[in-house]
Each structure stands twice: as structure tokens, then as C-alpha cells.
Nanobody
Framework: QVQLVESGGGLVQAGGSLRLSCAAS????????MGWYRQAPGKERELVAA???????NYADSVKGLLTISRDNAKNTVYLQMNSLKPEDTTVYYC???????????????WGQGTQVTVSS
């Protein structure tokens, strides 16, 4: 089983910064992509940013230049540096990992429990 544990969320004033972390643990062969999603009440979960094991990144158009995703493969940890936060960034952020459980198995997605980010005006 794989567990994703997120940290770093909280309350920040508009214009401030937060750094989210997500560490994967458990038994698995490898992790392909890792990423961050967010979901506002009543809306679908949307991709914020993703990063492959090789370091290639993908960002939602709305966050380009404002957020930076990075990854420490040795620690199975992904980070999301969020700068210049706005009140509309307030929501729950979820970590995702595309995990290969064993050498001969297909990858599957795992999710963290979510971390609340609240930006006050």
C-alpha cells in the first residue's frame, strides 16, 4: 500500500507564499509523475502542476509563473512553491502520485488526504 502525506497548507495573507510538501511512503517499485490538484466546493478537481520522474513539468495556464513544482526522487517527495497568493487560490490542494506497484504491474494513481490553503484579503 502507498500513503501520501501532505503538509504545508494553512492561512496566509494575499501576496504571501506557502510551500506544500507531499511524501510518498509504502511498498512500490517506482513513481512516475507526481502532481498537485485543487478542488473548490462544487467544482471538479483540476490539475495545478505535475512533474515526471525526469523533471519535466506541466502547469495549468492560470498558475504559470506563480507556482513552482519540484521533486526529490530520493525522498519520494514533491513540493509546490506558491507565491503571490490570491484569495481565489483558497481551496483544498491534493497530492497525486502515479505509482508502479511492482516491476511488472501497471501504474495506478494514489491521492493524499488534501491540505487546506486559505488566502485572506
Amino acid at each position: 500500500q502507498v500513503q501520501l502525506v501532505e503538509s504545508g497548507g494553512g492561512l496566509v495573507q494575499a501576496g504571501g507564499s506557502l510551500r506544500l510538501s507531499c511524501a510518498a511512503s509504502g511498498s512500490f517499485f517506482s513513481i512516475n509523475a507526481m502532481g498537485w490538484y485543487r478542488q473548490a466546493p462544487g467544482k471538479e478537481r483540476e490539475l495545478v502542476a505535475a512533474i515526471t520522474s525526469g523533471g519535466s513539468t506541466n502547469y495549468a495556464d492560470s498558475v504559470k509563473g506563480l507556482l513552482t513544482i519540484s521533486r526529490d526522487n530520493a525522498k519520494n517527495t514533491v513540493y509546490l512553491q506558491m507565491n503571490s497568493l490570491k484569495p481565489e487560490d483558497t481551496t483544498v490542494y491534493y497530492c497525486n502520485a502515479r505509482v508502479v506497484p511492482s516491476r511488472w504491474s501497471r501504474s495506478r494513481d494514489y491521492w493524499g488526504q488534501g491540505t487546506q490553503v486559505t488566502v485572506s484579503s
